[in-house]
């Protein structure tokens, strides 16, 4: 059980890694169009694409790749650790 977590633990850290790398993208010019960004594209959108629609932007800033990392952040903390507790207690 405890390398099931840490193999999902490490996923989605790198997830997160891969939202911050796609988020830095966007400062500079064409990176998206690369095959990396075209890549970092087709897996962060699908998840930054609720937290967009209800976060709307201010001005010029987009703030919610923001929270949608710190979601994820409480997901892979404390989400994976609770649910992980409770599958423990089942067993």
């Known amino acids: ?3 099931l977590y ?3 633990y490490l996923g989605l850290q790198l997830y997160s890694y891969a939202l911050i790398v796609y988020i830095f993208m966007s400062w500079f010019p ?5 095959a990396i960004g075209r890549f970092l594209t087709s897996i962060c959108e699908p998840f930054l694409e609720p937290f967009r629609k209800i976060i709307p932007p201010i001005g010029m ?3 919610s790749p923001l929270v949608a990392i710190f979601v994820l952040f409480l997901a892979r903390d404390y ?3 609770v649910f992980f507790n409770m599958l423990s207690g089942l067993f």
């Open 6 to 8: 840490s193999i999902i």
């Open 61 to 63: 800033i987009d703030l």
């Open 1 to 3: 059980m405890n390398e």
């Open 30 to 34: 064409g990176a998206r169009e690369s």
């Open 79 to 81: 989400g994976l650790l």
